[in-house]
Antibody
Framework: EVQLVESGGGLVQPGGSLRLSCAASGFTFSTFWMHWVRQAPGKGLVWVSRINTDGSTINYADSVKGRFTISRDNAKNTLYLQMNSLRVEDTAVYYC????????????????WGLGTLVTVSS | QSSLTQPASVSGSPGQSITISCTGTSSDVGAYNYVSWYQQYPGKAPKLMIYDVSIRPSGVSNRFSGSKSGNAASLTISGLQAEDEADYYCSSYSSTSTPWVFGGGTKLTVL
């Protein structure tokens, strides 16, 4: 069974940094694209970033480009999100998600999601 | 502001059918058959309900169906049940600088 467990969230002051982790288990992590998606309190889902299987292809939402860095360690089955220069508007629950996989086919959409970790940016 | 447009809320009575619309552009919904729908209960993680416009993942009730026409997609839930009351989000692959976009979400109320 696919399991994704995010950690590293917490309270940070504007301008500060945090590193989120997403520990994966129950599947072959190194063969899946991975995503970060966030949700501000009471608001909708917003895609943040994605990384391909070996880290050679990375994309970011314009709102985090230049401030956030996605990475992965396939040996540790872990996805990361380094967040620098944090702003109040970055306050959200951050989810990691895999691509959807079924019967030997990897689909483009986000299939399995973790429970999320809350990041609060406030002075 | 979300890239895809959804109604903020819809409602229906048990047993009825409802449809949630999702309007995008020729750069996302209109360009790719990569529209997905997610169900989210308060405080919970999203759950994939439909992918590639109209395909249901294993375990998702056949009361849920998806379709697309031009730049707009829709999710239909038939035989509405109390357990369907949740937030629903559409998403689409996009050719813009942001490869994935979501709608603002629709709160479904079962009366």
């Amino acid at each position: 069974e696919v399991q994704l467990v995010e950690s590293g969230g917490g309270l940070v002051q504007p301008g500060g940094s945090l590193r989120l982790s997403c520990a994966a288990s129950g599947f072959t992590f190194s063969t899946f694209w991975m995503h970060w998606v966030r949700q501000a309190p009471g608001k909708g889902l917003v895609w943040v970033s994605r990384i391909n299987t070996d880290g050679s292809t990375i994309n970011y939402a314009d709102s985090v480009k230049g401030r956030f860095t996605i990475s992965r360690d396939n040996a540790k089955n872990t996805l990361y999100l380094q967040m620098n220069s944090l702003r109040v508007e970055d306050t959200a629950v951050y989810y990691c998600a895999t691509n959807y996989y079924l019967s030997g086919t990897y689909y483009t959409t986000m299939g399995s999601w973790g429970l999320g970790t809350l990041v609060t940016v406030s002075s | 502001q979300s890239s895809l447009t959804q109604p903020a809320s819809v409602s229906g009575s048990p047993g009825q059918s409802i449809t949630i619309s999702c309007t995008g552009t020729s750069s996302d919904v209109g360009a790719y058959n990569y529209v997905s729908w997610y169900q989210q209960y308060p405080g919970k993680a999203p759950k994939l309900m439909i992918y590639d416009v109209s395909i249901r993942p294993s375990g998702v009730s056949n009361r849920f169906s998806g379709s697309k026409s031009g730049n707009a997609a829709s999710l239909t839930i038939s035989g509405l049940q109390a357990e369907d009351e949740a937030d629903y989000y559409c998403s689409s692959y996009s050719s813009t600088s942001t490869p994935w976009v979501f709608g603002g979400g629709t709160k479904l109320t079962v009366l």
